[in-house]
Each structure stands twice: as C-alpha cells, then as structure tokens.
C-alpha cells in the first residue's frame, strides 16, 4: 500500500487522475453517453503516457463517466447510462421539489463511501485470490471465462440465444487478422491494418460512440433540464440520517454483485432499489423524491465498479464491457492480463487501488462545485452537441494509427451496433468476445495441446469440470419452466422499472 | 406491422451467412485436428455453431409472437433521413479527409450537420463550424501536435 501512495503521488499520476476524473465526468454527463463510451471516446488519450499512468487515467474516467451519469439522471432525467436509471425515480422527483442539491450531494458521498469500502474489500480479498488463480492452467482458463460469458449472458435483459450468437459472432471478428500460433493470416485481405487484429479502439467507438449518437439523431431528445439555480449542496442531518443504512447496505451488495459477470452495476443498482423499498417504512414515499432511493442504489453503483476489478486483478479476466475495455487498454500497453499481474506489476495494481481512493475525493471535490458548469454543458443543444461529439470519435481513432481503413472500421461496427439496437441484440457479449476472444482460443488449442486432442480434458481437470458444469447448468435452465419464469419475472421487473 | 419475429427473422439470416462463410473459409486454413488445432480450428466450429444457432433463431421466428415487437423500424416518418445522413457525412467525412485536409474537412462536416439533421439557422450553423474547426485545429494540430492532414490547401 505504501508503494500505491508513492506511486499516486508522483504528479504526473495525479494529473493524470484528476485529468480522468473530470474527462470522464464531462462525457459522463453528455446524454446518451454513458461509461463503456466514455472510456472508448476517452482511450487514445492514455497512449502518450506511461502504462501505470494511463491505467490511473482509465479508472478516474470510469469512476468520473458514472458519477456524470447521476448528475444527468438527477437534472435531465436522462440517464447517464444504464445504471443511472434508478436514480432518476427518485432523483429527478427530489430535483422538482427543489431539491437538487443534495440529491447530488448524497449521490456524491454516498458513492465516495462505497467506493472506498469496496477499494478496501478489493485490497483484501484480491491478492489471496491471485494466488489461489495460480493453480489455472489453460483448461481452467478457458471454462471460467466461458462460465463468466454465459453468466454475463444469462444476465442479459434479452434473449440468451440472441446474446450468444453476438458473443460468437464475436469470437469469429476476433479471429481476425495473424494467427499467433502459426503467423497464418486470417480474412487480412492483404490490409496491413488488419493483421493485428480488427482494433479495439475503432469497434468500441462505432459500438457505442457512433451507433449511439445515430440512435439518438433518429429523433429529438427531449429534455426537461431542471434550470433553476442549484444550490445547497449538503444534505442536511435528516438526509444523512435517513440515507446512513442504505449507503453501507448498498456498499457492500454492490461489491458483491461487482465480483460477478454481468451489468453488475445495473443490477446492483436495481437491487439495492428493491431491498431499500421493501426494508423502507414508507415504501408507498419511493419514487416521489425519497433520498433513500438515490442514496442506496448510487452507492451500491459505485462500489460495484470496485468489485468488478478484481476478477480483472486476480485472474485477468473481465466481467463485463468496461473492464474489458480496460483489459484491452492493460494489453495494448504491453501488459499481460493473469493472476501475476499482482506480483509482476505490483505498481500497477497498487497504483490503481490507490487512484481509486483519490478519484473518489477528486470527484466529491469535482462535482460538486462544479455542478454549474455541468449544468451549462447539459444546456447545449444536442443538434450541436452530436456532430461534436462525432468529431471526437473521428479524431480519436484516427490519431491511433493514421489510418482512413480504421475509420471505415468504426463507421462499419456504427452502422453493426445501430442496427444490432434496433434488432434488440446485446453488445457486451460482442465486446467481450473480441477482447478475450484471442486468450479463449490460445487456451483451447493449448488444452486440446496438451490433452492430444482430448476434448475431455476440460472435464477431468476438477475445477475446469465444476466451472463447466455451472455454465451447462445456467444454458439449459431457461429450459427448466420453474427457472426460465423466475428468470422472466426477474427481467420483466427490471424492464418495468426502467420505464 | 413488423414485429418482433421479422426482426429476429432478418437477423438470423444475417448470421446463418456469417456463420456459413466462417466455416467455408476455415478450410482455407487449415482447419487441423483436435491433436493439433490449427488456424481454422476456432472459426470452423464458431462458424458452425453460429450457423446452428442462427437456424434455432430462424425458425423460432416462425412460433409464437415475441413480446418485444415495435411497431415501426423508426419511431419517425423522417429519422430514416437523419440516420442515412450521418452515416453518409461519416463516410465522406473520410473520403475528404486527406485531400482536403482536416481543418475544412471538420468545417464542412459540422457546417452539415448542424444545418441539415436538426436545422439550426445559418448563424448558429456558422459560428458552431467555425469555431469547432478551429479549436480542433488549435487543440489536436498546435497544440497536442498530433499528425492531422493538410490537405491541398496546405493548412
């Protein structure tokens, strides 16, 4: 931890921090732009600096990109992005009744406290679970991180048949470019630009940049921006009194929730919702404008993201879009994802997990006084905001490379990740499958290597078996009728509450 | 009326074609064996079951309406109008870009979508395209110095 401190505290770090931070707020409040595109807008920028630095710079835009989301979903009424949602019940009522302040004000703290709880809970738990991940060999690897697609998949609010063909039309794009194993080249049409790979950074854009900039040109977002002065800040002892038990509840279900696949910091804050409302002792008060439900699901939000790290840290493996990102970025900088990401970059690591502690103070110390300014952004048209917002996109994926092909690529996956919206299929899964997708195959034909051509291999490895086994389990359960409808009631009431 | 199923309709033929042709093509490179997996390995059986999966999906389009059905592709007569638009600036937007450089390039590009997806007046029009231009030029070429084309113009 000490290493951490000297690390963040260098000043290019916390330039760097504070620098992710306020980027990540900017962009976070933009409607219609939630984290996943903020980070992707937001990536080419780390390139210039030093992989510790940048990855500092990443998680200051993640934290920034969600603490932005609240801000939109207490003005506006438009979520920042999806976990926001919730917030905006009971958010934007407190914000009509004159109560903008500390809705803002508790969101902010609360999302503070639960970010440091779960920091803490990631710096206890993480380094164990590294060393326990050192016994994974490849067919350990490749089961878990198919369990962790399935699990992700499962969770998906649509069709699971329809989110695993994303995923497995993902893991063809992945494919390619130059086989590592054998240097044969794969679909490169002889486009120098496409023997690494189809980038990251251009599918990412064109997925949630440009295709959700297209959406919403389809017609005018409406906003109802609440344009009366903001002041008051502080949320007054009442507040802190009221919302003191659904910020440590929603710390910890959110780190939990955070450990595992899947739009943890949606369904966290969705959770966190449901238990205040039925622990509340005016449940009938939710949805007018009680601080409890801003309160709650903004922390548990929060420390979610914390969770999610570590699956990242321990085992190299991600849980859901934006940690991908951020395992790709990881890659892209020369780092190797893995349980010894702890022990051969201790820098790293430590770095992180004490940026994280300074990106939250940054933030709390960022939004709120800072709230005018967002609130002017917010004012800014969107007819002038989305051609600027395009420019960026533009820019920063030609500043990569130098490449027009790499821009072609990105306006392709907009105009794939527009239409993929309109036919209701999932994109994480998509996403997911391109960044681990080139690890997945690596570890089955090193399983298949090693095993002579025994597929069994993945099974009479215990662990590899128990993960194979729960991830059968959760494909064939919607079959079960019990399972399937308790997994429908479940997607009906979190579709129901985000209208 | 589309619904839901026409959707999933279209879609799945889409992936049946992604699917077939990821298989086809993994032949072409060597698709090798379970002892040894070669380049073709993963594409082969990916393709395969995308191809599986999308026939599931085709001809579950033919059972029971799904739920999740809109009514219309666009949820307005002329967003079709709006959405072909970007796109096509995007498209040019990178046609133009090394002749005409970036600054003019970026000028036309904002100067055509603030006046034609959602039409703001002239006046706005211009200041917004004069003044993104410009502070992109200042910010990505003076000042981060990042390598933008010229163009014929020479700035």
């Not at chain 1, 609240?70 to 926001?84: C, D, F, K, Q, R």
């Not at chain 1, 009194?241 to 710390?251: A, H, L, Q």
């Not at chain 1, 009680?290 to 699956?311: H, R």
Request: net charge positive; hydrophobic share 55%.
């Amino acid at each position: 931890m000490a290493l951490g401190a000297q690390i963040i505290l260098q000043p290019i770090n916390l330039l760097f921090c504070f620098l992710g931070c306020l980027m990540g707020t900017l962009v976070g409040v933009l409607p219609g732009l939630g984290p996943t595109a903020a980070i992707a807008l937001l990536l080419p920028n780390t390139f210039h600096v030093p992989p510790v630095t940048a990855i500092i710079m990443l998680a200051g835009i993640y934290y920034g990109a969600m603490y932005g989301g609240s801000t939109t979903s207490i003005l506006v009424n438009i979520p920042g992005e999806a976990a926001s949602v919730i917030t905006c019940l009971d958010g934007y009522q407190m914000a009509r009744k004159g109560r903008a302040g500390p809705a803002l004000g508790i969101a902010a703290f609360g999302s503070f406290i639960a970010g440091t709880i779960s920091i803490i809970g990631l710096m206890v738990v993480a380094p164990p679970l590294a060393k326990f991940a050192l016994a994974f060999g490849p067919p350990e690897y490749f089961s878990l991180m198919l369990l962790g697609i399935i699990i992700l998949i499962y969770l998906a609010s649509g069709s699971i048949l329809k989110a695993l063909m994303m995923f497995v039309f993902g893991l063809l794009v992945s494919t390619i470019g130059m086989d590592c194993i054998s240097g044969t080249q794969r679909l490169t049409f002889g486009i120098l630009e496409l023997c690494d790979g189809v980038g990251l950074i251009p599918a990412i854009m064109g997925l949630f940049g440009v295709a959700e900039v297209i959406a919403n040109v389809e017609q005018m977002i409406k906003t109802d921006t609440i344009t009366t002065k903001v002041t008051n800040l502080l949320p007054n002892l009442q507040d802190w009194k009221d919302s003191f038990w659904p910020i440590i509840r929603g710390s910890f279900l959110g780190f939990f929730i955070g450990i595992l696949p899947g739009p943890a910091p949606v369904i966290a804050s969705f959770t966190s919702y449901a238990i205040e409302k039925k622990l509340s002792k005016h449940p009938e008060k939710f949805g007018t404008g009680v601080i409890e439900g801003v309160a709650g699901p903004e922390s548990a939000n929060n420390s979610a993201t914390g969770g999610a790290f570590i699956p990242l840290f321990t085992l190299g493996i991600p849980v859901n879009s934006v940690i991908a990102i951020l395992l790709g970025a990881f890659m892209i900088h020369g780092i190797q994802p893995g349980p010894m990401i702890i022990t051969k970059h201790p820098d790293l690591f430590w770095g992180t997990v004490m940026s994280m502690y300074l990106g939250n103070i940054m933030l709390l110390v960022l939004n709120l006084p800072l709230i005018g300014i967002w609130v002017q952004v917010l004012r800014v048209p969107y007819p002038i905001l989305f051609p600027l917002i395009l420019l960026f996109c533009l820019i920063g994926v030609y500043s990569l490379n130098y490449s027009l092909v790499e821009i072609g690529l990105m306006i392709g996956f907009g105009v794939f990740g527009y239409l993929a919206r309109k036919f209701q299929f999932e994109m994480a899964p998509l996403v997911l499958a391109i960044v681990i997708g080139p690890m997945m195959e690596n570890n089955l034909r090193l399983s298949l290597v090693i095993s002579q051509g025994n597929p069994l291999i993945f099974i009479t490895h215990p662990l590899s078996a128990i993960f194979i086994f729960v991830t059968l389990a959760l494909l064939l359960s919607p079959l079960v009728p019990w399972i399937g409808k308790r997994r429908q009631k479940l997607q009906e009431k979190v579709e129901g509450e985000e209208v | 009326m589309k619904d839901g199923r026409s959707y999933n309709r279209i879609a799945a033929i889409f992936f049946l074609a992604i699917g077939v042709f990821f298989t086809l093509y993994a032949r072409r490179v060597e698709i090798g064996t379970f002892t040894e997996p070669g380049p073709g390995f993963l594409p082969f059986w990916a393709g395969l079951t995308l191809t599986l999966m999308s026939i599931a999906l085709l001809l579950g389009s033919y059972g029971k309406q799904v739920a999740q059905g809109r009514s219309s592709f666009f949820p307005q007569p002329d967003s079709w109008k709006r959405v072909l638009a970007t796109f096509l600036s995007l498209i040019i937007y990178n046609i133009l870009l090394t002749p005409l450089g970036f600054t003019l390039t970026t000028f036309l590009f904002l100067l055509f979508l603030v006046k034609w997806i959602f039409p703001q007046s002239w006046k706005r029009t211009f200041i917004v395209a004069v003044l993104g231009s410009l502070c992109a030029r200042l910010l990505f070429i003076n000042f981060l110095e990042t390598q933008l084309p010229k163009g014929f113009l020479g700035f």
